[in-house]
């Protein structure tokens, strides 16, 4: 099917701009006017979203509340359908996937009657298809298989080989799901046309939309157990009212995508890492010589400083930076990621994630960098004198 023309952004703004507006405020479920008018431009935003992600018929599109969702609806829906048909299911993932897959992967196992297998990554965060091969060749005759990988970790930016790897999934019977959440606006070219791919969940916020909406991809003929249970809508794959203005918003959003410069944004990426290294000793870039990196991301630790003093000062500045991984008290954890990639847990604690943005200027890299070795010097001469006295 060919894909249909992409609307422009102010054709939909109108919409997002009075979203008092009566006809956004029907239940697209409903056949009165109101109804018809919120289906109308729901379908809108369907297309819009396909377009994006390369995926030619918008009926493929699920709207949900966030990739989370979208995850959890693919491995917990082929999960409850292959125990039903009474298989026996194996789950092959990575080591360093976002919790939204490694927490419902732990979940299912706790249920029973899955074999969790998550594969290892090199030094550099890189995935080998050799090994996603092997442990394919090991899944029992006649049990359900999904691999689930992330198209690109959100941590280091290091880009997993996804489509090969949907490749081999669907060679040896596997269904494939790709976690897509980082990948629109910061992977070149990124598209699902042509790949082999079964789901695929992504997210609006990760792509300047609004929090709160997201999608899975399902392509036709894969068959989940809902997730939701209740209304008939998206087709009885998602109970509940849609979300018209997050999916409105979701499209606004990625009609704005082809308008980013990703090459500008890698130029500026990778101008900061110079800096840094030329400017600081003693810093480490995680992920660095890989491969493939998404355009917009950079892992760095100092040898002998924690992240997290940095982060605070650095949040001071106006700068917004993270750090290992917050947990839900707010404490940083050590990155799974990192440790996955060899690093120790104080390293894994300590490196920071910064993410430069389609606004980002060369004068703020050029700030950010004079702010970060100001007070790395600061941090290490008090460190010193500390140690002296
Ligand atoms: N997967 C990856 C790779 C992500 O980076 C994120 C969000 O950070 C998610 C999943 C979860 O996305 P959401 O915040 O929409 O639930």
Known sequence: MKLSEPKTLPQLFPFLEVSAQRSLLGNPSSVHLAGRNAKFYLDQAREAVAGLLGVADPEEILFTSSATESINTALKGFYFRARAQGKAVVM???????????????????????EVNLLPVSEQGELSLDTLSEVLKKVPDGSACLVSLMAANNETGVVFPWKEAAIIAQEAGAVFHLDGSQAPGKLPDFSLAGARVDLASFSAHKI?????????????????ESFLHGGAQERKRRAGTIHVMGALSFAAAALEMPKRNLQKIRELRDQMEFQIFQRILGVHFNGQKAAARLVNTSNFVFDDLRGEGLLMALDLDGFALSSGSACSSGSIQPSHVLLAMGHDAMASQSALRVSIGPSTTEEEILCFVDCLESHVRRIRERTSKLAKS
Do not use: N
């Open 92 to 114: 092959i993932s990575s080591a360093v996937e976002h919790e939204a897959t490694l927490e419902t992967l732990k979940f299912l196992q706790s249920l029973g009657g899955v």
């Open 208 to 224: 300047g939309g609004p929090t709160g909406i997201g999608c899975l991809v399902v392509r036709k003929g894969v068959i989940l």
